[in-house]
């Protein structure tokens, strides 16, 4: 068998940075977070209607509600009957058929009475063409070859042209865009509470406005960002957390048999970028574009699904959970038209439940230097992943089977050879 380089390798996801990054919010440092799709919630799809099962979230011991956008939908070349989250009409009020502005306040009231906290999804490259800025401010928006405000086009990660027909760009090269955009979210957390934002297409916007922003929006009190984007520097002043696209790859390729143990290694002795180490990478199986677009978890990930997810919470990283996971979701959810999350028996609640317990009471698992960095362990086959976090005197040992067959392993200090099942896992913490 070929030698891991000695009986553990050190390595770790992150590496030292020369900048100081924005101050995370003492709460997030063991959080989890927790995406909502209000529209397929329930079947009323209110703001109401969620707020009476904050109760049952925190049973699940969910840490950070993030609410997909709730502003108003545009109508022009709006797509399907009830069209998209992100395309936005009006900045500072919420969609009527989701509820009022005042409900809002009062789900966030309720989420901070059982000690959770709620970040609203925030569309800042793109607007609806109804959005009154566009007739109001039309030089706040990117122009097409001819002079005129047209459709988001542009290329995607495989260089293929995409177009979203149902937005327009802003051009935030014309800073009078700024104090209006920033006002408006400060508004979400100055007048209702909210503590903080996703910020969608993140990397579409100049890290310039975002840094700023964040600024302004700390000067209320201390707020949680999480970008849709991989990009090491938005973490410099603007973020605390990132998208880590490249786990989720690997994932969904063990998921098809086409990688397994090596590609995790290799994730986190050899990373495809560098982050600094407080950087928090959000780890996720699914989420609204993975489940509407790509597919369910059985579809994705097979059998390796439940050892995807504890991979989500074990290694470095904030990790996710789809609205729907923990009822084993197992639709896509239509984007652009009523189909409700069938909740059935909520029968991986419990899973859950115990993830989101495993990473609170172990402070190896948590985000950032807050946690520990990864060791990765030689447990005698080469075809398990198995490795260490450690913080202070706290730690955890995980080995997981990425495969679809038995795998014997030995981990220093056992009397003999272990058996791990096919897409299994083990998780050993201090007593």
């Known amino acids: 068998m070929k030698k891991l380089a000695a009986s553990l390798i050190l390595a770790t996801l992150f590496t030292t940075a020369a900048h100081a990054e924005p101050k995370h919010p003492a709460w997030s440092r063991s959080s989890n977070v927790y ?27 969910v840490d950070i509600i ?15 009957a009830l069209g998209s989250y992100y395309a936005v009409k009006d900045y500072r009020a919420v969609n009527p058929e989701f509820g009022s502005v005042d409900d809002v306040r009062k789900l966030v009231k309720q989420a901070h009475a059982l000690g959770m ?26 122009k097409n070859d001819k002079g005129e405000i047209a459709a988001v086009s542009f290329k995607n990660g495989a260089g293929e042209t995409e177009e979203w027909a149902d937005v327009i760009g802003l051009d935030f090269g014309n800073k009078a865009l700024w104090p209006a955009m920033t006002s408006a979210m400060a508004f979400w957390v100055k007048d209702v509470g909210v503590d903080g934002f996703r910020a969608d297409a993140a990397g579409m916007v100049p890290s310039e406005f975002w840094e700023q922003a964040r600024a302004q929006l700390d000067k209320i009190k201390p707020v949680f960002m999480l970008a849709e984007a991989d990009d090491p520097a938005l973490h410099a002043k603007a973020f605390d957390a990132s998208y880590d696209w490249t786990l989720n790859g690997i994932m969904k390729k063990i998921g098809k048999g086409q990688a397994g143990a090596a590609e995790l290694r290799a994730y986190i002795s050899s990373p495809a970028k560098s982050y600094a180490r407080d950087s928090y990478r959000l780890q996720f199986t699914s989420n609204h574009d993975i489940n509407s677009w790509e597919g369910t978890d059985r579809e994705l990930y ?25 009822a084993r979701l ?5 984007f652009f038209e009523k189909d409700t999350i069938d909740w059935k028996n909520y029968e991986l609640e419990g ?6 317990a495993l990473k609170k009471q172990n402070q190896a698992l948590w985000n950032g230097a807050a946690g520990g960095a990864v060791q990765l362990l030689d447990v005698g086959n080469e075809q398990l992943f198995a490795f260490k976090r450690q913080q202070g005197a706290n730690h955890v040992r995980v080995i997981v089977n990425p495969t ?28």
């Open 35 to 61: 995406e909502v799709n209000l529209r397929q919630y329930s079947q009323d799809g209110t703001l109401n209607a969620f707020t009476a099962t904050l109760p049952r979230l925190k049973q699940l011991g």
């Open 66 to 80: 993030w609410l997909m956008p709730l502003h108003p939908i545009g109508e022009q070349n709006r797509k399907g």
């Open 117 to 142: 906290h709620v970040i609203l999804d925030w569309v800042g490259n793109h607007t609806a063409w109804d959005h009154p800025w566009a007739t109001e401010h039309p030089d706040w928006y990117k």
């Open 302 to 326: 097979g059998n390796a699904w439940g050892a995807m997810a504890v991979l989500s919470y074990t290694l470095p990283g904030i990790p996710l959970v789809y609205n729907g996971q923990e």
């Open 330 to 334: 197992d639709k896509k959810l239509a």
């Open 351 to 356: 899973f859950f439940a115990g993830l989101n």
């Open 404 to 431: 679809g067959l038995p795998q014997k392993y030995k981990l220093a200090g056992d009397g003999g050879p272990a058996t791990i099942k096919p897409w299994r896992w083990r998780i050993i913490v201090p007593d």
